[in-house]
């Protein structure tokens, strides 16, 4: 990049805004009595943003001023060393549709980049073309396929561009392409050292970012990385027991390492003790549930008794499903030698659950209503003294009164 | 209790300001500032959203239908003379490439050039929402690329270069094979394994196997099932349940994308078309779901954003309608919730295909 500055004065000395890693990458010039002075500045180091200004210090015997100079950007169509290479502009026809106004900076990167795909051409300046095009644009898929065959053309070095990565996500931590580039350096390297302490930082920004649980789950996965991930997952949900993520993540790591049989009885601990702390949590509910219905929730002995004693004092709606699941599954799990009269009084209990649901838990009224006249059809008896559930129109008919739009 | 909430909420009475969402729309089929480089790619979905959004809110005569006709079939990667590109072909997204302008073939022998999944769902999709017949669209040539986008695991990279590949893809790729009436652009059982892998422990879908269950991804599933047509193939009874549960559990107002997280407008679609699949969506609060669509709503430039007091995209204005259009909002054109156009422009596509079995013979020429 190129900085123009006028002036009757001399420069004796530049120093650019950057970062303090970068200042080794600018050079000075010095020129006598010249009105425009180029001062050129290599190009910085690519994991970082062009600098906002150029602070030169310039003296002027006997006064010493520091200005602030905006660089210059000077065009790929200006600069000689891409004087071979004929832009390529985007041609959307005579109506072009959703156009992206797009300044003369923007256009003229573009038009070179789209020049250098044209004739496949690999080279440095190319691979640094591909830097500035992702600057204005790190979206663009094609840039990053490009980037990528140039690497290994050109034998770049990987582990710089791990740097390179390593910022660009650090700015733009929600965008696909950047973190399924980390993914192909790291491939390459085949070295996942950074990743799991690169992605913990990601997760201290952003505990819940969709992408960085992605990759931490692949890099995991691939690496056998599992030995220290429960902890990782503790410490996450000590400073936020609601982070589904984690416990997400939590699932993640047991299943693939003790699984659930030896582990279900302390998994069922931590979650009854995670529900105590914090009774509205949809994540902890969802969870027991989770480890618990591939064998049953009717399965596991004594846990009925305990979420029954919960419900006196750490009461949710999530709490009461979960009943409701509870009393289900025994309904449709019931064993030959289990009496009818057993199984009305289940189902009575998990209709009184419905009830107090569609009271509890308002905006699902109509759904736990449905709920329980469908386990009604299911599993009442023909017995005609049993008491209609409330609210209980004829099955076919949906409840109205909502969809009638005032 | 309910009465005294219903009472505060006609006070609250937020009126739908069609007009300004028309225009939203056509502001976006124009022109776009800098800022919104990012969308650059993927621009053709940006047309999606604004052609189909015009067409919610029945207001596609305020555009010229042929102009954008032309402009999408600028962007389909056509076969070479010798057809070397074949597994490459499908639709762009846009002409950041630089191949020059054209709306036919043969296409033109590029390093780079090739389509991309979502940009020949979308682009067939607009074709269709705007009454075109398709005679012009290479079917084999993107089925061919289609194909060459499945992985073993049944799910599809986004473009034949390579791309991180998973469950919104295979969206992309079902709703393709149901436009063109032709599943073999993919392997549709593995596809369902890798779907069935995507579920989890608690019953919504992640975007892979052990990944965290979310409504953009449960959506992608099921839709791709209910295009299928293995919904109950591919799932047990039991586990049709639990999937609603999961789903009826996200609105909290709105809908949210996953347990604990914010409501956003564009789960409104994304979790209530899926409950319509499903046939419980009869069982959610409209009212609630309706005030927190439109409290997103931006009444000056129109269209809606994720949350109140934001900026208002293309992407959250389709949907918001689309969620509008779900609960039977007077004065919006009802939507197909599996392949996410008005039923009306599905009505042209049913019409399309049968005009296609019908005819002996000519429905596969190649261009």
């Known amino acids: 990049m190129f900085a123009i500055i006028t002036l009757p004065t001399v420069v004796l000395d530049a120093t650019a805004n950057l970062k303090k890693h970068e200042l080794e990458n600018v050079s000075c010039c010095a020129n006598v009595n010249v009105n425009r002075l180029l001062l050129s500045v290599n190009a910085p180091h690519p994991c970082c943003q062009w600098p906002r200004a150029l602070t030169c210090t310039i003296y002027h015997a006997p006064l010493v001023s520091r200005q602030e100079i905006p660089p210059v950007f000077l065009c790929f169509r200006d600069r000689k060393e891409w004087a071979d290479l004929e832009p390529v502009p985007q041609d959307d026809g005579p109506n072009p549709v959703v156009k992206i106004a797009y300044s003369e900076k923007f256009s003229d990167v573009y038009d070179y980049f789209r020049a250098l795909l044209k004739n496949d051409e690999r080279s440095e300046r190319a691979f640094a073309l591909t830097s500035e095009a992702i600057e204005l644009n790190a979206a663009n898929y094609t840039v990053w396929h490009y980037r990528r065959v140039l690497l290994q053309a050109l034998s770049k070095d990987l582990r710089e561009e791990m740097r390179y990565i390593t910022a660009i996500i650090e700015e733009q931590p929600k965008n696909y392409q950047v973190w399924h580039h980390r993914r192909m350096v790291v491939e390459w390297l085949n070295d996942p050292s950074e990743e799991l302490?690169?992605?913990?930082?990601?997760?201290?920004?952003?505990?819940?970012?969709?992408?960085?649980?992605?990759?931490?789950?692949?890099?995991?996965?691939?690496?056998?990385?599992?030995?220290?991930?429960?902890?990782?997952?503790?410490?996450?949900?000590?400073?936020?027991?609601?982070?589904?993520?984690?416990?997400?993540?939590?699932?993640?790591?047991?299943?693939?390492?003790?699984?659930?049989?030896?582990?279900?009885?302390?998994e069922i601990q931590y979650c009854l003790y995670q529900i105590k702390k914090a009774p509205n949590n949809e994540s902890a509910w969802n969870y027991l549930k989770g480890i618990l219905q591939p064998l049953g929730l009717s399965a596991q002995p004594g846990l009925l008794e305990r979420v029954l004693e919960l419900k006196q004092t750490h009461c949710s709606p999530y709490l009461l499903a979960f009943l409701f699941d509870c009393y289900e599954d025994a309904l449709e799990n019931s064993k030959e030698n289990v009496a009818e009269e057993e199984q009305q009084k289940?189902?009575?209990?998990?209709?009184?659950?419905?009830?107090?649901?569609?009271?509890?838990?308002?905006?699902?009224?109509?759904?736990?209503?449905?709920?329980?006249?469908?386990?009604?059809?299911?599993h009442g008896s023909s017995d005609p003294s049993d008491e209609p559930l409330a609210d209980d129109p004829e099955p076919s008919v949906p409840v109205s009164e909502q969809q009638e739009m005032s | 209790m309910a009465e005294e909430e219903s009472q505060f909420e006609e006070f609250e009475q937020i009126d739908f300001l069609r007009d300004r969402h028309v225009r939203f729309f056509q502001r976006t089929l124009q022109v776009l500032?800098?800022?919104?480089?990012?969308?650059?790619?993927?621009?053709?979905?940006?047309?999606?959203?604004?052609?189909?959004?015009?067409?919610?809110?029945?207001?596609?005569?305020?555009?010229?239908?042929?102009?954008?006709i032309e402009w999408i079939y600028s962007l389909q990667v056509l076969?070479?003379?010798?057809?070397?590109?074949?597994?490459?072909?499908?639709?762009?997204?846009?002409?950041?490439?630089?191949?020059?302008?054209?709306?036919?073939?043969?296409?033109?022998?590029?390093?780079?050039?090739?389509?991309?999944?979502?940009?020949?769902?979308?682009?067939?999709?607009?074709?269709?929402?705007?009454?075109?017949?398709?005679?012009?669209?290479?079917?084999?040539?993107?089925l061919a690329g289609l194909r060459a986008l499945q992985l073993e695991d049944g799910s599809f990279y986004a473009v034949p270069e390579?791309?991180?590949?998973?469950?919104?893809?295979?969206?992309?790729?079902?709703?393709?094979?149901?436009?063109?009436?032709?599943?073999?652009?993919?392997?549709?059982?593995?596809?369902?394994?890798?779907?069935?892998?995507?579920?989890?422990?608690?019953?919504?879908?992640?975007?892979?196997?052990?990944?965290?269950?979310?409504?953009?991804?449960?959506?992608?599933?099921?839709?791709?099932?209910?295009?299928?047509?293995?919904?109950?193939?591919?799932?047990?009874?039991?586990?049709?349940?639990?999937?609603?549960?999961?789903?009826?559990?996200?609105?909290?107002?709105g809908f949210q994308g996953r347990p604990n997280k914010p409501v956003d407008t564009c789960y409104s679609f994304w979790v209530g078309a899926t409950l319509e699949l499903l046939d419980v969506f009869q069982y959610t609060n409209f009212d609630?779901?309706?005030?927190?669509?439109?409290?997103?709503?931006?009444?000056?430039?129109?269209?809606?954003?994720?949350?109140?007091?934001?900026?208002?995209?293309?992407?959250?204005?389709?949907?918001?309608?689309?969620?509008?259009?779900?609960?039977?909002?007077?004065?919006?054109?009802?939507?197909?919730?599996?392949?996410?156009?008005?039923?009306?422009?599905?009505?042209?596509?049913?019409?399309?295909?049968q005009t296609w079995r019908d005819s002996t013979g000519s429905c596969s020429r190649q261009h």
């Not at chain 1, 209990?349 to 059809?377: H, P």
């Not at chain 2, 015009?54 to 305020?62: H, N």
């Open chain 1, 197 to 266: 302490e690169f992605i913990a930082d990601i997760l201290s920004q952003d505990a819940k970012n969709y992408h960085a649980w992605q990759h931490r789950q692949w890099v995991i996965q691939e690496y056998k990385l599992w030995d220290d991930e429960l902890d990782f997952v503790e410490n996450l949900l000590e400073e936020d027991v609601r982070n589904n993520s984690a416990w997400n993540q939590r699932h993640f790591v047991i299943s693939h390492t003790s699984g659930f049989s030896d582990a279900m009885e302390r």
């Open chain 1, 346 to 378: 289940t189902l009575k209990k998990a209709l009184e659950i419905c009830q107090l649901l569609a009271q509890e838990d308002t905006i699902r009224k109509e759904y736990w209503l449905f709920l329980g006249r469908s386990l009604k059809n299911k």
């Open chain 2, 33 to 68: 500032p800098e800022r919104y480089a990012s969308l650059e790619t993927t621009r053709l979905t940006i047309i999606f959203f604004a052609l189909s959004g015009l067409d919610v809110l029945d207001a596609l005569d305020v555009i010229d239908r042929n102009t954008m």
């Open chain 2, 79 to 142: 076969p070479t003379e010798d057809q070397v590109n074949l597994s490459r072909c499908g639709f762009r997204g846009s002409s950041h490439i630089g191949i020059p302008y054209s709306t036919k073939g043969p296409g033109v022998l590029h390093p780079y050039d090739s389509g991309h999944v979502a940009m020949t769902y979308t682009g067939l999709c607009s074709l269709l929402i705007l009454g075109d017949d398709l005679s012009r669209v290479n079917k084999q040539a993107c």
């Open chain 2, 162 to 253: 390579g791309s991180e590949n998973d469950i919104r893809f295979i969206y992309c790729a079902a709703s393709i094979c149901y436009m063109l009436d032709d599943w073999s652009g993919m392997d549709i059982q593995k596809a369902i394994e890798y779907i069935r892998g995507s579920l989890s422990y608690d019953n919504g879908f992640g975007q892979g196997a052990g990944r965290e269950s979310h409504g953009g991804w449960t959506y992608c599933a099921i839709a791709s099932l209910c295009l299928m047509g293995r919904l109950e193939e591919a799932l047990s009874q039991r586990e049709l349940d639990r999937i609603r549960r999961w789903c009826i559990m996200r609105q909290q107002s």
């Open chain 2, 288 to 353: 609630k779901n309706r005030s927190f669509i439109l409290s997103t709503q931006d009444r000056l430039v129109g269209g809606f954003a994720k949350w109140p007091d934001s900026h208002p995209d293309p992407l959250h204005a389709y949907l918001g309608l689309c969620g509008l259009s779900l609960i039977g909002e007077p004065s919006l054109r009802k939507v197909h919730p599996a392949l996410n156009i008005t039923q009306r422009a599905f009505q042209h596509v049913q019409q399309l295909q």
